[in-house]
């Protein structure tokens, strides 16, 4: 089914950070991450308790505020589908990894390294059966997000994204630099290192893709969802604005 997505970003207007977090404390398996338990509880419910932002457990509070620190309220709730399908497949390198290499690799059954991990979660596979609806983006989800700028989309395409980060070839600035879901700081993804199961990829704050760094780190997260087939999409009605722009956003309703 073709669903649409929407990813929570950090930063916006002036908006506070979500917050940097821990994937996981032992591994990449994210069905039974602490990342994934907190996304899909108690920020889910705008709530408080536990999370991780190193391997000691933290107490978190989504449930005041007003900025990206608050977690959903029962309208955003009601709009983000709790039974949506994950790829959990993995790459073996970051290295000469395409962005539709990158996306093939998500859809299949490599996981994490010699553990064997499920390569799909849903809602049927919690055994909680409560909330799986927020996840993180994928590292292709960042790379088909790229304008490509003066080199054009398809040259970034072809180029691995690894090299992303390099200044001297101008994929930092044209493939990294134009791509409206590059972080101000390093960012956590769904996918993972297969040839290793304590690692998970990263877009870092150059424009690149590694996945140098260990699942317990704390990164930055984009909290993302699925919208149900339910929900529609409104455009507001100031014509002399860009449709979908920060100044001119689209609207939501279920």
């Known amino acids: 089914e073709q669903r649409i997505k929407i990813i929570r970003q950090d930063g916006i207007e002036g908006q506070k950070d979500f917050g940097n977090y821990t994937w996981d404390i032992t591994n990449n398996n994210w069905t039974t991450s602490k990342l994934k338990d907190m996304l899909n509880g108690i920020y889910y419910e705008s709530g408080t308790g536990e999370c991780y932002k190193n391997i000691d457990a933290s107490e978190c509070d989504f449930s005041t505020g007003t900025d990206l620190t608050k ?20 790459s073996n390198t970051n290295e000469d990894v395409t962005v539709k290499m990158y996306y093939e690799r998500e859809r299949g059954t ?8 499920p390569s799909e979660w ?16 994928y590292v292709s989800d960042y790379g088909y997000a790229t304008n490509g700028g003066s080199i ?11 090299n992303w980060y390099r200044e001297d070839e101008n994929y930092n600035s044209e493939c990294g ?19 290793n199961s304590n690692t998970a990829f990263l877009v870092y704050s150059t424009g690149g893709v590694s996945d140098f760094h260990n699942v317990s780190d704390a990164f930055v997260v984009w909290p993302v969802g699925y919208l149900t ?7 507001n009605p100031n014509l002399e604005l860009q449709y979908g722009s920060v100044n001119n956003p689209f609207i939501l309703e279920n």
Request: proline share 1%.
């Open 229 to 235: 087939l339910s929900t529609k999409i409104l455009s």
């Open 122 to 137: 849903s809602n049927t596979t919690n055994e909680s059966g409560k909330y799986n609806g927020i996840g993180l983006m």
């Open 152 to 162: 054009g989309r398809d040259a970034c395409f072809t180029n691995y994204l690894f």
């Open 71 to 90: 977690g959903l309220d029962e309208t955003a709730r009601n709009m983000i589908d709790k039974k949506i399908s994950w790829n959990l497949g993995g």
């Open 177 to 195: 630099g134009t791509n409206w879901l590059k972080p101000d700081n390093h960012l956590w993804t769904l996918s993972t290192y297969s040839s």
């Open 110 to 117: 490599n996981t994490g390294g010699s553990n064997t991990y």
